[in-house]
């Protein structure tokens, strides 16, 4: 069995990889915000508070779906066929771990990403402002989403 790197070269070689990664994907997510800023229309029927609430409540339940609830079927799936059926016995396969690792993070970043999002939905007046604020993490996920569905299929 392959051991993992601890070492400090292995650290500084996936920090420079991670770095390069975001230094990538920032100007891609900048560019995209620009375009949906510029070519999309404005949500219609976004002048009260009420409606932009509940808009946003459909895009987080969404959000949720597509994210949150993958990695507890993920999670549910691996203790459902292994011996980790009952998580107090401590049996973890690595893929279980990957996946409750996902799953913590995705939970983090989900109770973040609300509050963000409920408040640009308050804070917004009629919905034309900041539209594009989602864009980049969207874009994002859609091509981990291909990437994925690539090395699936």
């Known amino acids: 069995m392959h051991e993992p790197e601890i070492g400090t070269d292995s650290f500084k070689r996936q920090r420079r990889a991670g770095m390069t990664a975001i230094a990538v994907a920032v100007p891609i997510a900048l560019l995209l915000w620009l375009a949906i800023d510029h070519f999309a229309p404005p949500l219609s029927n976004m002048n009260s508070l009420g ?4 808009f946003t409540l459909k895009c987080f339940c969404l959000a949720v779906l597509f994210c949150l609830v993958t990695g507890v079927e993920a999670v549910a799936h691996e203790r ?4 980790a ?3 107090l016995i401590g049996f973890e396969t690595r893929r279980l771990r990957v996946n409750l690792r996902y799953l913590q993070n995705t939970l983090e970043q989900t109770v973040v990403f609300a509050a963000a999002l409920f408040g640009l939905a308050a ?3 009629d919905g034309a402002a900041m539209r594009g604020l989602g864009a980049p993490g969207m874009a994002l996920s859609m091509l981990v989403l291909l990437y994925v569905a690539g090395r699936t299929g």
């Open 51 to 54: 409606e932009r609430t509940l």
């Open 80 to 83: 459902l066929s292994s011996p």
């Open 85 to 87: 059926f009952d998580p």
């Open 123 to 125: 804070y917004s007046p």
